[in-house]
């Protein structure tokens, strides 16, 4: 989610090596997030934060808008990182950029985090603890019920963000340019969490397997 409201840095990156380095990582995390030591935790915390404020930072050219890699972090955390690592990561991105941290796609601090952005914000979070809470109780076996949960806390974002977006700008303008112009990136970013789990499942078999 990137609002047009400050200077945006655009990095360079083939989007398909991006994905394999992500998927890479978030394999990673979840094998790490069963293995609990407080070393560990707070390295994977660290590197889901910084996941976080790279994919921020991160444009990749689609329709109608550009779109930041973000809201597929937060889903792809959600996903893998389980329910405590999973909040506790997006806290700390939170909490980084209130203290005025470069990691948000522009601005940063306390005053910023409650401007037009807000919401949104505050969904990752949501959207993070729904997610890995849901995946905890085992709606992740069925790739349907995953695909579902993923949508739903992809609307977390979408819907927190439209809800703070309106009370400064009015629901109908919240909606044309907070909500409508995103969905068709979050659809494809949902799908590529999807398609993650489908990965991370197969990879598993072939592990045990070998």
């Not at 203290?99 to 985090?113: D, I, K, Y």
């Not at 349907?144 to 400064?168: E, H």
């Given at each position: 989610m990137r609002p047009q409201y400050?200077?945006?840095?655009?990095?360079?990156?083939?989007?398909?090596?991006?994905?394999?380095?992500?998927?890479?990582?978030?394999?990673?995390l979840k094998d790490w997030s069963f293995r609990r030591s407080l070393t560990r935790?707070?390295?994977?915390?660290?590197?889901?934060?910084?996941?976080?404020?790279?994919?921020?930072?991160?444009?990749?050219?689609?329709?109608?808008?550009?779109?930041?890699?973000?809201?597929f972090v937060v889903l792809m955390i959600g996903a893998h990182a389980g329910f405590r690592l999973a909040g506790l990561t997006v806290l700390a991105y939170l909490v980084e950029g209130a203290l005025g941290l470069p990691v948000f796609?522009?601005?940063?601090?306390?005053?910023?985090?409650t401007g037009p952005t807000g919401g949104y914000l505050i969904g990752f979070l949501a959207s993070a603890l729904i997610v890995s809470g849901l995946f905890a109780?085992?709606?992740?076996?069925?790739?349907?019920?995953?695909?579902?949960?993923?949508?739903?806390g992809d609307a977390l974002i979408l819907g927190l963000g439209f809800a703070w977006l309106s009370t400064l700008i009015g629901a109908e303008k919240a909606l044309a340019v907070g909500v409508l112009p995103f969905i068709p990136a979050e659809a494809l970013k949902v799908a590529l969490a999807t398609a993650?789990?489908?990965?991370?499942?197969?990879?598993?078999?072939?592990?045990?397997?070998?």
């Amino acid at each position: 989610m990137r609002p047009q409201y400050a200077p945006h840095f655009t990095f360079e990156l083939n989007f398909e090596n991006g994905l394999e380095i992500m998927q890479s990582t978030f394999t990673l995390l979840k094998d790490w997030s069963f293995r609990r030591s407080l070393t560990r935790d707070a390295v994977l915390v660290v590197v889901g934060s910084l996941l976080l404020a790279i994919s921020a930072k991160v444009q990749v050219p689609f329709w109608p808008v550009p779109m930041t890699m973000q809201t597929f972090v937060v889903l792809m955390i959600g996903a893998h990182a389980g329910f405590r690592l999973a909040g506790l990561t997006v806290l700390a991105y939170l909490v980084e950029g209130a203290l005025g941290l470069p990691v948000f796609s522009t601005g940063a601090g306390l005053a910023f985090m409650t401007g037009p952005t807000g919401g949104y914000l505050i969904g990752f979070l949501a959207s993070a603890l729904i997610v890995s809470g849901l995946f905890a109780k085992g709606f992740d076996r069925h790739l349907p019920i995953a695909f579902a949960v993923l949508v739903l806390g992809d609307a977390l974002i979408l819907g927190l963000g439209f809800a703070w977006l309106s009370t400064l700008i009015g629901a109908e303008k919240a909606l044309a340019v907070g909500v409508l112009p995103f969905i068709p990136a979050e659809a494809l970013k949902v799908a590529l969490a999807t398609a993650s789990l489908v990965v991370t499942r197969t990879r598993k078999v072939e592990t045990e397997t070998v």
